[in-house]
């Protein structure tokens, strides 16, 4: 057994759904929930997906560690966005390693001047990683009224 067969349990798909409307999770993988809950929790995540370019799902053990995609905001601008599963804090970083990569990949194939992110406070070490700088604060943004940050990351080219 060599250092590569690690990753052979883990199954990296782009995430376009033959059904969105039948898209189910299973107890294990309940993502943590940003805006509202429940079936509307549902129908956000599935325009989310539907609306994003380079969607894709990391599942492991069939069961989903992160959906992750970027939304085209305006000409050569993204938002990223990342649903974490309770699973991607105990792959946490086969799941940095795999989303490095992404980035690296969708900064190298997609034309961008920006690229942004909203993130609780607790992220902000997180997103840092990925060399997002915060730009500012949303006041009360969250469902329960927290604060969240927007970070962004600029291509600096002429």
Not at 56 to 78: C, D, Q, S, V, W
Request: glycine content about 4%; aromatic content about 16%.
């Amino acid at each position: 057994m060599n250092g590569l067969d690690v990753f052979k349990k883990y199954d990296l798909k782009v995430a376009i759904f033959e059904d969105l409307d039948k898209l189910e999770f299973t107890e294990e993988e309940k993502l943590e929930q940003i805006f509202c809950y429940g079936e509307e929790y549902k129908k956000y995540l599935i325009e989310l997906i539907r609306h994003s370019v380079n969607c894709m799902r990391l599942k492991y053990e069939n069961n989903t560690i992160f959906i992750a995609g970027a939304l085209p905001i305006r000409n050569k601008i993204y938002e990223l966005w990342l649903l974490p599963s309770k699973l991607f804090y105990t792959h946490k970083l086969i799941s940095i390693r795999i989303l490095l990569n992404l980035l690296y990949l969708f900064e190298k194939e997609i034309e961008w001047n920006r690229l942004q992110i909203y993130c609780k406070n607790t992220f902000i070490k997180f997103t840092s990683l990925f060399n997002f700088q915060p730009e500012g604060v949303l006041r009360q943004y969250g469902r329960n009224r927290e604060d969240f940050f927007i970070m962004g990351k600029i291509r600096w080219t002429r």
